[in-house]
């Protein structure tokens, strides 16, 4: 990636469709002056690839009742193709693209759905004329819906085999009583059975339009040529709904930037449990989390590593070394509304669940009353540092590691993160799993597994 020291040199590419908005860590940020589609350049001129991606910022959290699993349903139904690419024709998505040595995919999340694809950089039209075509042209046809509520149908079947995940989905559902967040990213089987092309296609001509976008191109290109291309693909998509008085009445009237449901206050421990054949049980605690650009999710970054990262993290030591666990770990999804900060072991034989919780919640209680030491802040932000680092490792990765900044609400966390994380002191990291590990807006999960 280019320093920041060359690319405040540089002067900022200009375009009579785009207005310059901001620069920070080898990306620049331009906004379309008519239908407000964000784009960000990173140019690398070492490489002779590109990444092309398209954000969306709408995922599961912006899902009603009756339509969980939407976005993800929409995910595959938008390779299905519109009327100028299709399977048909020998022009979808993957024959366009895979033809000039292509990678292409999507993936959907509590936050975002993101289109990407990687090819050799004489190719950045193919792509940015692909996703141009389907922001607003998918065929969402009853035929496409039927084959692919199979395809995901399977994947659910697949879940029912994963009781630590179908422990993870039920804890989240108890844990949020009102936010989509309490709802599986694939949807509960009862939606994704029932949910009709109709209904999809509401969705989908609410939240796919530019305002709701971001453009992102990483590798060798040319800064004025991207942006062209940009704007012969795009230029001419209205903003949204609201601009285009053709579109269909959308289903929900926000933009997903808007508030959802709010989550009530948490007053006092929750608890399932799941039972299920299987072998060696688990115990998770979810503790309710502040959302991803608070100041305090650096420092769980942080604690996320010391708690579980190797055999000298606090959870090995307190759980696995003593026979408690056959492994120990702690997890903190970064996302645009408040969170779970999430700690789990998998109990050894004969371990019985209480006593797994009763350890589990010690050691975390040991951070917040005793904090950590020097040794292990070190470690653990060397940890977090290169683990950014490998996940930035060529156009393909950047982007994806921008997709994820632009989910939780803000590009530049992807280019601040890594001084965020190395002014992280001893003392946020303690404040932090204070200021988390309450009883009171805490969900405990068990799976206890049953006999064949």
């Known amino acids: 990636m280019p320093t920041d020291s060359a690319l405040a040199a540089a002067t900022p590419t200009d375009h009579s469709a785009f207005e310059f ?141 994963q009781p630590v995940r179908k422990l993870l989905h039920a804890t989240y559902a108890t844990a949020y009583q009102a936010h989509p967040y309490g709802h599986p990213v694939i949807g509960w089987r009862s939606d994704v059975e029932t949910v009709t092309a109709e209904g999809l296609r509401h969705f989908y001509d609410t939240y796919y339009w530019p305002r709701n976008a ?29 601009e285009d008085p053709d579109a269909p009445e959308p289903l929900v009237h926000r933009d997903a930037d808007d508030a959802v449901t709010r989550e009530p206050e948490q007053r006092g421990e929750r608890r399932v449990v799941v039972k299920q054949a299987g072998e060696l049980g688990t115990v998770l605690l979810a503790y309710k989390a502040p ?78 009353q005793d904090g950590v030491t020097d040794t292990e802040l070190a470690r653990a932000r060397r940890q977090v540092v290169a683990q950014e680092a490998f996940e930035r490792d060529g156009p393909f990765s950047v982007v994806a590691q921008i997709n994820e900044a632009v989910a939780v609400g803000d590009w530049t966390l992807f280019a601040e993160y890594r001084g965020r994380i190395e002014a992280v002191t001893a003392a946020d990291v303690q404040a932090a799993a204070a200021s988390v590990l309450d009883d009171d807006r805490l969900t405990v999960g068990w799976y206890v597994p049953l006999a064949d």
Do not use: C
């Open 291 to 368: 959302h991803g650009l608070d100041e305090t999710a650096d420092a769980l970054d942080v604690l996320v590593q010391i708690l579980g990262a190797g055999k000298s993290s606090r959870l090995y030591r307190a759980l696995t070394d003593t026979g408690i666990s056959t492994s120990a770990s702690a997890y903190f999804p970064r996302l645009r509304d408040p969170g779970l900060f999430v700690a789990y072991a998998t109990l050894a034989p004969d371990v019985e669940h209480a006593a797994a919780e009763d350890a589990l919640k010690s050691a975390l209680e040991a951070v917040a």
């Open 21 to 161: 908005v901001r620069a920070s860590g080898g990306v620049e940020e331009y906004r379309h002056l008519e239908n407000g589609l964000t784009v960000l350049l990173a140019p690398e001129a070492a490489v002779p690839v590109v990444a092309f991606q398209v954000t969306y910022r709408v995922g599961s959290r912006n899902e009603g009742a009756g339509l969980t699993g939407a976005t993800h349903l929409l995910e595959h139904l938008m390779f299905k193709g519109t009327d100028r690419f299709n399977r048909d024709l020998g022009t979808s998505v993957f024959q366009r693209l895979q033809a000039v040595g292509g990678q292409v995919n999507a993936t959907t999340w509590y936050d975002r759905t993101n289109y990407y694809a990687l090819l050799p950089s004489e190719h950045l039209e193919r792509a940015v004329e692909i996703e141009a075509d389907r922001m607003r042209g998918a065929r969402v046809r009853d035929e496409d819906l039927a084959s692919e509520r199979t395809v995901v149908l399977n994947e659910l079947d697949q879940g029912e085999n």
């Open 214 to 242: 971001t453009a992102t191109v990483v590798g060798a290109f040319d800064r004025g040529d991207a942006l062209d291309l940009i704007e012969a693909h795009f230029g001419a998509i209205p903003s949204g709904p609201d």
